[in-house]
Nanobody, 121 residues
Framework: QVQLVESGGGLVQAGDSLRLACAAS??????MGWFRQAPGKEREFVAA?????????NYADSVKGRFTISRDSAKNTVYLQMNSLEPEDTAVYYC???????????????WGQGTQVTVSS
């Protein structure tokens, strides 16, 4: 079993930055992903990282060059650094743990409760 707790969300203005954190309990040998869901929309992939050092990283096209995913294995924590935020980034952000780096929510076994990110224009 893995429990995930997100933190770091908030209300910011367009162009600002935020760093989300996802603290995991249990094994750290999981690929980790960030997803987001805006009201009335489906949950969408944001970024993912493998569990080993020098992990591969994947990003959604909409966040490439603005968001960076990283992990601190010693702290069993995954981060999502979000720069140059846009109003379109407004959503509830979820972290998830799965067996491999993937972009589909169904590929992940464990989910956090989510943290709200609101970007005002």
């Amino acid at each position: 079993q893995v429990q995930l707790v997100e933190s770091g969300g908030g209300l910011v203005q367009a162009g600002d930055s935020l760093r989300l954190a996802c603290a995991a309990s249990g094994s750290n040998r999981y690929a980790m992903g960030w997803f987001r869901q805006a009201p009335g929309k489906e949950r969408e992939f944001v970024a993912a990282i493998g569990w080993w050092s020098g992990s591969i990283r994947n990003y959604a096209d909409s966040v490439k060059g603005r968001f960076t995913i990283s992990r601190d294995s010693a702290k069993n924590t995954v981060y999502l650094q979000m720069n140059s935020l846009e109003p379109e980034d407004t959503a509830v952000y979820y972290c998830a743990a799965g067996r491999e780096v993937a972009a589909r929510p169904i590929e992940y076994d464990y989910w956090g409760q989510g943290t709200q990110v609101t970007v005002s224009s």
